[in-house]
């Protein structure tokens, strides 16, 4: 597609549910990221793909997080058994070629855990 | 320890005016910095990337600076606009794009 996009836009769970959100990257790119931002807070850096090399898991901060791509393309985060300090806006940016190259973002996923 | 800061004090200014923000870095020589804005909501979006032997880049109304001697990179927007108001991001390179809070500017008809 045209950039990256992010479903869904919005996601509002019960604590303790798990959930899934998706990120199309722009075709082509080869590094995805995914960061996570709290309000009035910087981003804060989750994982990152780069091709078929081992992702960098080094900024989940737990075990409920988890992430997965498929076929190098889409991927998903899943946050099981979610708690209310999980609620942020959840952004996934795309790169072409090697790493802290320019990054191109989606419009995020808002997730509110009640 | 690297560090990358900027002011994480919001910038207020007029329209019109040239609106300066500082991203200083300690303890590295990034091969080059680049600099994002972030609306509110919004995902960052990439601005310009400077490298290290570049002095200084322009596009449109946007200038950025570089001195490797002082550690520090400037980010000017001249002729600023209300419509420039939004949060600008300072980044390294770095496979996991290590951005600072960034700085809130704000600019007053």
């Known amino acids: 597609g045209a950039g990256v996009s992010q479903s869904p836009s919005n996601k509002v769970t019960e604590k303790g549910k798990d959930v899934e959100l998706r990120c199309d990257p722009i075709?082509?790119?080869?590094?995805l990221y995914w960061y996570r931002q709290s309000l009035g807070q910087g981003l804060e850096f989750l994982i990152y793909f780069q091709g078929n090399s081992a992702p960098d898991k080094s900024g989940l901060p737990s075990d409920r997080f988890s992430a997965e791509r498929t076929g190098g393309s889409v991927s998903t985060l899943t946050i099981q058994r979610t708690q209310q300090e999980d609620s942020a806006v959840y952004l996934c940016?795309?790169?072409?070629?090697?790493?802290?190259?320019?990054?191109?973002f989606g419009p995020g996923t808002r997730l509110t855990v009640l | 320890s690297q560090k990358i800061e900027q002011n994480s004090e919001a910038l207020n200014i007029q329209e019109g005016k040239t609106a300066t923000l500082t991203c200083n870095y300690t303890n590295y020589s990034p091969a080059y910095l680049q600099w994002y804005r972030q609306d509110p909501g919004r995902g960052p979006v990439f601005l310009l990337l400077?490298?290290?032997?570049?002095k200084e880049k322009r596009k449109e109304r946007l200038k950025v600076t570089f001195d490797t001697t002082l550690k520090q990179s400037l980010f000017h927007i001249t002729a600023s606009q209300p419509a420039d108001s939004a949060t600008y991001l300072c980044?390294?390179?770095?496979?996991?794009?290590?951005f600072g809070t960034g700085t809130r500017l704000q600019v007053f008809p």
């Open positions: 980044a390294p390179p770095s496979d996991k794009l290590i």
């Open positions: 400077i490298r290290e032997n570049e």
């Open positions: 940016a795309s790169t072409q070629g090697t790493s802290g190259r320019t990054q191109f």
């Open positions: 075709s082509g790119h080869t590094a």
